[in-house]
């Protein structure tokens, strides 16, 4: 019931923010994804990733992970945690990935069993939810409805973690994997990336579509959820003064985003766009100049986030210019396939230089795209650690 309360809120929360047309096919594009993950996951395999949905979360961590392990060599499927069958599938898989799973009875009788047969369970996260202290700390959080809370009412998989059983995490960034192991947890880092059909969706649009033959310059900053609002207040300073600079800039909006008063000066040089189908997104960031990164520095929630921002960009030859944290840091070499800025003053001076120079983002975005293809697409995953540590675990 807890499960089904909290898919009603999302719910509710889509209809209520996209409108009954929009709102509507997201959900209903969840809900066929959903059941044919169910009746997908009654194969055999070897590993079993138990995911917590179907939103963006699941699509990296969960589906876009079981891709790269079945180019690896090791079969693995996906099935939901609403599956009410989830105890039958013990005796077919070997190890076994629960991500943001939250714990409800079925849930807790799966463990029991992969417990009983000496089976291998692995914690995985790409966030800090599993910690109410961060999580409820946030605008996302502070902004759900009362049914969606319910999923944060503990830690997203807290009890999991602090099962003695448990002894590995993954995790996607440097700032969560030390976390995890202040806990004693030996941790992989599985940096988030994109699948075949992402790779095939990019490479169309840059063979077939036209880029814009228009004399503007258009910033983009996808939101996707609602914890956004004070990351991308972050840039507002800079954004305002760029806006008074550069009167062919401008700023593109996609997912839910509060913007502050002091933009509405502007509003008819701002565009803002619903959540789309992941294809449609691909799209919209093809159809910007400049795409941007924002995160407040310094918040543990933020810090913790991963650098996929860069890479659905950088893929599409889209330059990006992000804030200076240890992730995007780490995956972007300021000036070279991108731009790291931690002040307002950085802000403006690296979305100037790219607003003032088409070649300067054409360079940007081609190199962005090159190490995408290197780093970032399960077809050319390395992980061999990860893979090794799965394989031991099939041989026991």
Not at 328 to 356: M, Y
Request: with cysteine; glycine share 6%; charged share 25%.
């Amino acid at each position: 019931m807890k499960l089904f309360l909290i898919k009603l809120g999302k719910a509710f929360t889509a209809l209520k923010r996209d409108g009954f047309f929009i709102g509507g096919k997201r959900i209903l594009d969840y809900l066929f994804q959903f059941i044919r993950t169910i009746l997908g996951s009654f194969r055999s395999g070897e590993a079993l990733i138990i995911a917590s949905g179907v939103g963006d979360s699941s699509h990296y961590r969960a589906f876009n992970v079981a891709e790269e392990l079945n180019l690896q060599g090791i079969k693995t499927v996906v099935t939901m945690q609403d599956n009410p069958l989830l105890s039958v599938l013990v005796n077919r898989f070997q190890v076994f990935i629960f991500q943001r799973t939250i714990v409800t009875p079925k849930v807790k009788k799966m463990i029991h069993k992969i417990k009983q047969q000496k089976k291998e369970i692995i914690f995985e996260t790409d966030d800090l939810v599993f910690d109410t202290k961060f999580m409820h700390a946030t605008d996302g959080y502070k902004n759900m409805s009362s049914f969606e809370k319910m999923q944060y009412t503990k830690g997203v998989g807290e009890e999991i973690l602090a099962d003695p059983y448990v002894k590995t995490c993954t995790t996607t960034t440097t700032y969560i994997a030390k976390i995890l192991k202040a806990r004693k947890k030996q941790v992989f880092i599985v940096p988030n990336k994109l699948n075949q059909a992402e790779l095939k969706i990019a490479n169309d649009l840059l063979k077939n579509q036209q880029k814009r033959k228009d004399n503007l310059v258009k910033l983009g900053y996808f939101s996707g959820t609602m914890s956004h609002n004070r990351d991308f207040a972050t840039i507002t300073d800079a954004l305002i003064k760029l806006f008074e600079q550069y009167p062919q800039m401008r700023l593109v909006l996609v997912g839910p985003l509060e913007t502050e008063n002091r933009l509405n000066q502007f509003k008819d040089r701002i565009e803002s766009l619903p959540l789309v189908s992941r294809e449609k997104h691909y799209n919209n960031i093809f159809q910007v100049d400049i795409n941007l990164a924002p995160l407040e520095l310094g918040d543990p929630f933020c810090e913790a986030k991963s650098e996929l921002k860069f890479f659905e960009a950088g893929i599409l030859e889209v330059p990006t210019v992000a804030v200076s944290n240890e992730t995007f840091s780490g995956a972007i070499k300021d000036g070279v396939d991108g731009f790291l800025a931690k002040n307002t003053n950085e802000w403006r001076d690296k979305l100037g230089q790219l607003i003032e120079n088409k070649e300067l983002r054409r360079e940007i975005g081609q190199a962005a795209r090159k190490k995408v293809l290197e780093k970032y697409t399960v077809k050319n995953s390395k992980n061999t650690v990860y893979y090794d540590y799965i394989n031991s675990c099939l041989n026991k």
